[in-house]
């Protein structure tokens, strides 16, 4: 049985160039929440494979729209030969944003340290709250590591202060920039609700963020930022919300409509 095609508007960006796909078909979109993998498939006429190597790069970021608003972006790999549409095309999986968090590691701390400086500490465990006892920088997302000073010096790490630190660092160690909490709407009470000893050392920050969400009690998702880059926006609800947690397929091609 054929692929079914798209009946809405869709159009496919590469990030190489910027080229707007006009014959590529959007097959499906299907986004995750809580750290489970979100895809898209593509599918590439004939025509267009000998353009593989000129035009699409390795590992490159491909930008989805519906009229002139992006769905889904992810990064393009493994490309396929698929031989059920009516000629020979490449299908291709679309990997979204839960992939990138799995591409680098919670490594060390940004702390405070003795005389007033800030430094990357990579041989530091990265734990907030460990044992209960704050470590902290008063007012500014670092740890404080200056275990000579005054505990009244360290506060403790409230769970919207976690999240923001984890967006922060992998936005400074991946420089394409995936996450961002700038139009975050936090739950009531994030901003004094802490932790005990949250320990995210050499977890992935897909692990670290579906960790702490856990604890939290939230469900969380990464929706598109409406650009050609990477930036997805930070989504957290209370779990028991009526969206929170749940899967959302946007366009499946038996319907062809969006949800």
Same mark, same amino acid.
């Given at each position: 049985?054929?692929?079914?095609?798209?009946?809405?508007?869709?159009?496919?960006?590469?990030?190489?160039?910027?080229?707007?796909?006009?014959?590529?078909?959007?097959?499906?979109?299907?986004?995750?929440?809580?750290?489970?993998?979100?895809?898209?498939?593509?599918?590439?006429?004939?025509?267009?494979?000998?353009?593989?190597?000129?035009?699409?790069?390795?590992?490159?970021?491909?930008?989805?729209?519906?009229?002139?608003?992006?769905?889904?972006?992810?990064?393009?790999?493994?490309?396929?030969?698929?031989?059920?549409?009516?000629? *020979? /095309?490449?299908?291709?999986?679309?990997?979204?944003?839960?992939?990138?968090? /799995?591409?680098?590691?919670?490594?060390?701390?940004?702390?405070?340290?003795?005389?007033?400086?800030? /430094?990357?500490?990579?041989? $530091?465990?990265?734990?907030?709250?460990?044992?209960? $006892?704050?470590?902290?920088?008063?007012?500014?997302? *670092?740890?404080?590591?200056?275990?000579?000073?005054?505990?009244? *010096?360290?506060?403790?790490?409230?769970?919207?202060?976690?999240?923001?630190?984890? $967006?922060?660092?992998?936005?400074?160690? $991946?420089?394409?920039?995936?996450?961002?909490?700038?139009?975050?709407?936090?739950?009531?009470?994030?901003?004094?609700?802490?932790?005990?000893?949250?320990?995210?050392?050499?977890?992935?920050?897909?692990?670290?963020?579906?960790?702490?969400?856990?604890?939290?009690?939230?469900?969380?998702?990464?929706?598109?930022?409406?650009?050609?880059?990477?930036?997805?926006?930070?989504?957290?609800?209370?779990?028991?919300?009526?969206?929170?947690?749940?899967?959302?397929?946007?366009?499946?091609?038996?319907?062809?409509?969006?949800?």
């Amino acid at each position: 049985m054929g692929l079914e095609r798209a009946t809405v508007s869709f159009t496919v960006h590469a990030t190489s160039g910027g080229a707007e796909k006009t014959k590529w078909k959007v097959l499906s979109v299907d986004h995750q929440a809580n750290g489970r993998h979100s895809v898209a498939t593509v599918a590439i006429p004939e025509e267009e494979v000998q353009q593989w190597d000129t035009e699409i790069e390795p590992d490159d970021l491909i930008a989805i729209k519906r009229d002139t608003t992006v769905i889904f972006k992810g990064r393009l790999l493994n490309p396929t030969i698929d031989w059920s549409g009516s000629f *020979e /095309e490449i299908s291709g999986t679309l990997y979204g944003p839960e992939w990138e968090l /799995e591409r680098a590691h919670v490594e060390g701390i940004h702390a405070l340290v003795s005389g007033g400086g800030h /430094e990357q500490l990579t041989g $530091v465990p990265c734990i907030f709250n460990p044992d209960g $006892v704050g470590n902290k920088e008063k007012d500014e997302l *670092e740890f404080n590591n200056d275990l000579t000073a005054d505990s009244t *010096e360290r506060e403790k790490w409230d769970v919207e202060s976690v999240i923001k630190y984890l $967006v922060d660092r992998f936005g400074a160690d $991946v420089a394409s920039g995936i996450v961002s909490y700038g139009s975050t709407v936090f739950p009531t009470g994030a901003d004094t609700f802490y932790l005990p000893h949250v320990d995210v050392n050499r977890r992935t920050y897909r692990e670290a963020f579906s960790e702490l969400m856990e604890r939290a009690g939230y469900a969380w998702k990464l929706e598109p930022a409406n650009s050609l880059d990477a930036q997805h926006n930070l989504v957290i609800q209370v779990r028991g919300d009526s969206t929170g947690g749940t899967k959302r397929k946007l366009y499946l091609p038996a319907s062809g409509t969006a949800g």
